[in-house]
């Protein structure tokens, strides 16, 4: 039998709490992040069976999906999404959970803000409701999204019951081409793979693209594990790793910090273990990346025309999107760009954004968003003058949230526009009834959004 180990396996097999003969095992959980829209009914799952919340210090909470991104110092508008946000706050109050809430120097989207705190740590287990979750695993951690009623497992019990995913290397190596950025590396690697190819798995992302990332790169992909159908993404922790968690305001500190590293050290995947499934590829295949159906496998290069439909499902997307197979990309007139969301609006985003953007013009007819993933990075945008390059350039800045990645707030696009979107979603009526969304990274969207129109980059 072979004993060498996935970090995948180093990780789950610390968290193992009991193992159920020929069953699930229990796993422990370390961090619970929770937001508005999937924690109302397990709240209420807890109270009908009159059950407390087992460890409120483990949970993290803001309010993300459903805040406007406008005046949020006023009372929400729209009545569904005022109370979603004041059920949480109740929620929190009642059971003694911090909530990072609208006002607080600490809220933004749930992914975003536990990075950013130092919450999300190497070697943890972190579970919320909400598939995105898989964005943690960037720090070498099992990170994956769950239903509301294992959120209410959690609350009970700070355990889950769930069968051992199998475990799918991904390793990308080489030189990547100029203005590929992470964003376009897992459209890349979704592409190739399928919205499929990741579904029973839990994915390690190896090679040196990876190991050269910066954490908001690694962020980015992990972020989208989910659309290839995998239950959560890994990258190894490394000394980039170490230096991002350092210092933050919930890092460890001194020797506990000492001790901390010496253990993240050892979280990486043998020599010799064997995964479950692999995949290969040349980064200097990978070109800027756009999505031109209704899932995030549809996608080109950014100099590529529209393919031909493969399926009954393909040719639905393509009537759904307005478009035709052989069509240039540049014949699309594009009306929005949304640079933000849970996979692209860190600092690092909008720096790369407005370092293209600086001294242009939006196109007259493009509505363009940028929409910081927390009240930090919002700090930092103006902090460091990049709002002043958004505003002289025509962009508009909001506050905060999740913004126009869903349509579950005001932040929607109009039927039948198209919005090149940093988001990780193009499923159809994904950011307004009738809205089609063109997946692209931080860069592309900048380029698109000063344009009007997707073209190539030049040499």
């Known amino acids: 039998m072979n004993s060498k180990k996935t970090i995948f396996d180093k990780v789950w097999d610390a968290h193992v709490v009991e193992t159920i003969p020929n069953g699930p095992q229990i796993i422990y959980i370390d961090k619970h992040l929770i937001h508005e829209v999937t924690s109302p009914q397990a709240f209420a799952e807890l109270e009908s069976r009159n059950l407390g919340v087992f460890r409120p210090k483990q949970i993290v909470a803001t309010a993300d999906h459903n805040v406007p991104t406008w005046d949020q110092d006023k009372p929400i508008r729209d009545e569904s999404s005022r109370n979603q946000v004041q059920q949480l706050t109740e929620n929190c109050n009642k059971n003694n959970i911090e909530l990072y809430g609208l006002g607080h120097p600490y809220q933004g989207i749930v992914h975003i803000i536990a990075p950013e705190l130092g919450i999300t740590q190497p070697g943890m287990s972190i579970v919320c409701g909400d598939s995105h979750t898989s964005t943690h695993g960037a720090f070498g951690s099992i990170a994956f999204g769950i239903g509301t009623s294992q959120v209410a497992q959690v609350f009970a019990s700070q355990c889950l019951l769930l069968n051992k995913p199998k475990s799918i290397r991904i390793t990308v190596n080489g030189k990547l081409n100029k203005n590929v950025q992470p964003k376009d590396v897992i459209l890349y690697i979704i592409s190739k793979v399928g919205t499929d190819g990741g579904t029973g798995y839990f994915c390690e992302y190896a090679g040196n693209v990876f190991e050269e990332m910066s954490m908001e790169g690694r962020m980015t992909v992990c ?78 290069s950014i100099s590529q025309n529209i393919p031909k439909p493969q399926n009954d499902s393909e040719e639905k997307a393509l009537k759904y999107m307005g478009l035709k197979a052989g069509q240039a990309l540049s014949d699309i007139k594009v009306n929005y760009v ?52 958004f505003v002289e350039a025509g962009f508009q800045i909001r506050q905060p949230g999740c ?33 089609r969304t063109i997946l692209a990274s931080p860069l592309t969207a900048a380029k698109v959004a000063v344009e009007g129109k997707i073209s190539a980059f030049e040499n």
């Open 403 to 435: 913004s126009a990645c869903l349509a579950m707030n005001d932040d929607k696009i109009p039927e039948g526009e198209y919005c090149v979107s940093t988001s990780n979603r193009n499923f159809e009526g994904r950011q307004g009834q009738g809205a």
């Open 338 to 389: 949304f640079i933000g969301s849970c996979t692209n609006a860190r600092i690092e985003d909008f720096r790369s954004a407005a370092n293209y953007i600086k001294g242009k013009r939006k196109s007259e007819h493009v509505h363009a968003l940028i929409v910081p993933g927390s009240q930090q990075v919002a700090k930092q945008i103006y902090e460091e003058g990049l709002d002043q390059i």
């Open 223 to 300: 972020n989208m594990s989910i659309e290839m159908g995998a239950r959560g993404g890994m990258i190894a922790p490394d000394e980039t790793t170490f230096s991002y968690v350092k210092g933050r305001k919930f890092a460890p500190e001194g020797e506990e910090w000492e001790e901390k590293v010496e253990y993240w050290k050892t979280l990486k995947s043998d020599e010799g273990a064997v995964f479950d499934a692999e995949f290969s590829f040349d980064a200097s295949e990978i070109y800027p990346m756009v999505t031109y159906g209704t899932n995030p496998g549809m996608g080109i």
